[in-house]
Each structure stands twice: as structure tokens, then as C-alpha cells.
């Protein structure tokens, strides 16, 4: 296909501004959308366009004063009892007709279980393409939003030739802005009338996930992550002893999920979680990029591999070559020495 045909000769100058979906739960902003706000403020000042927070529920008005803080130059704020809990058949209508009406030029939403719920079905409301996953976005010389995410080997770089241009990234893939309190968004309420019997599903229960804390790896500041390297699932105690020690979560490849060797909430990659603790300590994982797509935000890495040309071993802040079996447990004793 060639590029005139990628980017059809289509008029969208009535679609502007960079919208962010500020997802919350419980009255409680989830750190994905303040962190969507920080690269949809650098999209949003290279397009010299506004950046705006849609923030759904009720009773969240207080959120704003966040969203604003964080980078927002204006929140969009549809509060209804029925946006209270989340329902996609609810969320769906209140965006789409938002999208509708203020014809945005990005919408970008978080990759959180709800977001990779809503944000496909959205698009197709919208007759829009949609792109999940991403790492990174730029803008094109023609203004275009470029979305970046790992194809195998290579980066792609995808454009969408319709409007909204929709993206999901998923949580840690962004740093936060610092916040600013005397930023002062402006807050616009809008009405979207939702009835009960558009809603197909109703939540019977809320049952946490995890409360394992080797598992709750998203909020770690320490990770020690294990590999096939390990080779058994038994090994594994190796990894849970140094976590201990550490005082980390634990967490793997996609390699040692499919093998059971973890569960697949402690899995960090493209089709895992994304992380970004302090600290990373990378044992017997080659570095593969579906892998390190979800941990090269980590402030520290620390990697264990016997073979000296693996690739985890380039992004590493330090490098252990060697048998992690024997170098893992002088490890154990070492710190445990230390914290004698
Ligand atoms: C569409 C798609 C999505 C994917 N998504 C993900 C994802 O989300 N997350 C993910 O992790 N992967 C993902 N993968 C798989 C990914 O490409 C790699 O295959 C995987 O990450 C490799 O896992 P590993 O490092 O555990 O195993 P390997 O690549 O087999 O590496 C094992 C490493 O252990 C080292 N080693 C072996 N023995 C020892 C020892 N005794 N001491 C020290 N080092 C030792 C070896 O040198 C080697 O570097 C995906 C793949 C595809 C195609």
C-alpha cells in the first residue's frame, strides 16, 4: 500500500484535542490515566491542541482537581448513578456520544482490564481502528499519531486513517508528570442519558484477585523475575528464597507461565504486565523484547545469565555472567548477611 493510500485524502479538521480516559474505581483515580496525561501533554503541545480528562461516575467531581494537576488543561465530567460501577454497555455510551459531540483527534485509555474491555468496543462504535498495546506515540510531520509498540524484533509504527485516532497503553509504560496543584482545568459537565435496561451485565460480587503479595507485582519496588534458565518449577524456591530476602514480588517470562512454573498474574511482557519497580533482578531470562517491553522501565536491573552475548544482558544496569544455581544462593547469604 503505498503512503498516499495509508493516509487517505480525508478532511478531519473538525477533530482536535487529546483525550485521555481517567479511569477510577471506587472514587479513586487509577495511576494508568495520570499516566496516559503525561505523554497525551507532550502529543498534545507538539499538536498545539488541548488535552482533556474524561472522567465517568459518581460523586467523582473531586477527582478533576487531580486530573488538572497532573497535566490536564480540561476534564470532561459526566457523573450518573449508573456510571458509579463500571459497566462496558454504560462506559461505551457515555464515550461514544462525548466522541460525537467534541470530535477528539486522539483518545488514549488505559490497557487495564477494563480499558482492554471498553476501548475495542468503543472504536467499533465509533468506526474507528484501534491500536493496543502501545509503547510510545509521537506526532508526524502531518500531524498524525504515530503509535509505537514491539512487532517481534522490530518497532511498528502504526497510523490510523480514521478519526479518533484510538490507542491503549498499558500501566508503568509512562512516568507521571509531577504534579502541579496550581494548575486550574477547566471542568465541563456533560448529561448522557443511560438507562438500566441498556445494561447487560450486573455484578452479583467483587472478589479481589490476589492479595499474594509475591504476586501483586504492578505495585512492587523490587522484582525478582525467574526464567526457563531455572529449568523446573521446584528451582523456583530459589527465586521466592531471594525474594524474601529482598523484600520483592515475584514475577517471570512468558517461557515459565506457559510451563506453570508461575501464575499468569506474576507474568511481565507484551502479553503480560507491564512493571517498572526500583529494582529488577532478571534471573536465567534471556531479554527477549516481548519480555523487556514490560520491564525496561525499571530504575535498576540486575541480571543473572551464564551466557555472556544473552540480551538482557545490554539492558542491564549490572551484569552477572555465570550459573545462576550457584551464584543466586551466595547471593541469598550474602544479603542475609548483611541484614544480620
Ligand atoms: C506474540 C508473543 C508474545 C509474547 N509475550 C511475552 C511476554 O509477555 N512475556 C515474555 O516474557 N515473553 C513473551 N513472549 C516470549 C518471548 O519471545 C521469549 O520467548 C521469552 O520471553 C523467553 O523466556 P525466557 O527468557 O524465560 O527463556 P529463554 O529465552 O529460553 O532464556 C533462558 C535464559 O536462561 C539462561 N540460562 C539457562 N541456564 C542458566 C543457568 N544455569 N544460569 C544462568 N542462566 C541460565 C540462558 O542463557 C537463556 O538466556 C512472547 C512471544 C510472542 C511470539
Not at 73 to 82: A, F, G, T
Request: aromatic share 6%; hydrophobic share 40%; with cysteine.
Amino acid at each position: 500500500m503505498s503512503e498516499d493510500t495509508i493516509k487517505e485524502i480525508t478532511d478531519f479538521s473538525g477533530y482536535k484535542g487529546v483525550w485521555v480516559f481517567a479511569e477510577q474505581r471506587d472514587e479513586r483515580l487509577k495511576n494508568v490515566g495520570l499516566e496516559l496525561l503525561s505523554v497525551g501533554r507532550r502529543l498534545a503541545d507538539k499538536l498545539r491542541e488541548e488535552l482533556v480528562a474524561v472522567l465517568l461516575g459518581h460523586k467523582v467531581e473531586e477527582l478533576a482537581d487531580e486530573l488538572s494537576a497532573y497535566g490536564a488543561d480540561k476534564v470532561i465530567l459526566v457523573e450518573n448513578e449508573l456510571l458509579k460501577r463500571y459497566t462496558v454497555d454504560a462506559y461505551v455510551k457515555a464515550l461514544a456520544e462525548l466522541s460525537l459531540k467534541y470530535k477528539p483527534s486522539i483518545l488514549l485509555i488505559g490497557g487495564t482490564l477494563k480499558g482492554r474491555e471498553l476501548a475495542p468496543r468503543l472504536a467499533a462504535r465509533l468506526g474507528t481502528g484501534i491500536t493496543s498495546d502501545c509503547t510510545d506515540f509521537d506526532i508526524d510531520e502531518e500531524g498524525y499519531l504515530v503509535q509505537i509498540k514491539p512487532f517481534g524484533k522490530l518497532m511498528a509504527e502504526i497510523l490510523c486513517r480514521t478519526r479518533p485516532q484510538m490507542a491503549t497503553a498499558k500501566p508503568n509504560i509512562f512516568k507521571k508528570l509531577e504534579q502541579d496543584r496550581s494548575r486550574k482545568a477547566a471542568v465541563i459537565r456533560e448529561e448522557v442519558k443511560i438507562s438500566p435496561e441498556e445494561i447487560h451485565t450486573k455484578v452479583i460480587k467483587v472478589i479481589e484477585v490476589t492479595n499474594n503479595p509475591y504476586e501483586n507485582i504492578e505495585n512492587a519496588e523490587r522484582i525478582v523475575a525467574g526464567g526457563r534458565g531455572l529449568g523446573s518449577k521446584e528451582n523456583f524456591k530459589l527465586i521466592y528464597e531471594l525474594a524474601d530476602v529482598v523484600g520483592a514480588a515475584v514475577a517471570g517470562t512468558r517461557s515459565v507461565v506457559d510451563r506453570g512454573w508461575l501464575s499468569a498474574n506474576q507474568q511481565v511482557g507484551q502479553s503480560g504486565k507491564t512493571v517498572a519497580p526500583k529494582l529488577y533482578i532478571a534471573v536465567g531470562i534471556s531479554g527477549g523484547a516481548y519480555h523487556t517491553v514490560g520491564m525496561q522501565n525499571s530504575e535498576v536491573i540486575v541480571a543473572i545469565n551464564k551466557d555472556p552475548n544473552a540480551p538482557i544482558l545490554q539492558m542491564a544496569t549490572y551484569g552477572v555472567v555465570g550459573d545462576l544455581f550457584k551464584i543466586v544462593p551466595l547471593l541469598i547469604e550474602k544479603l542475609k548477611r548483611i541484614q544480620r
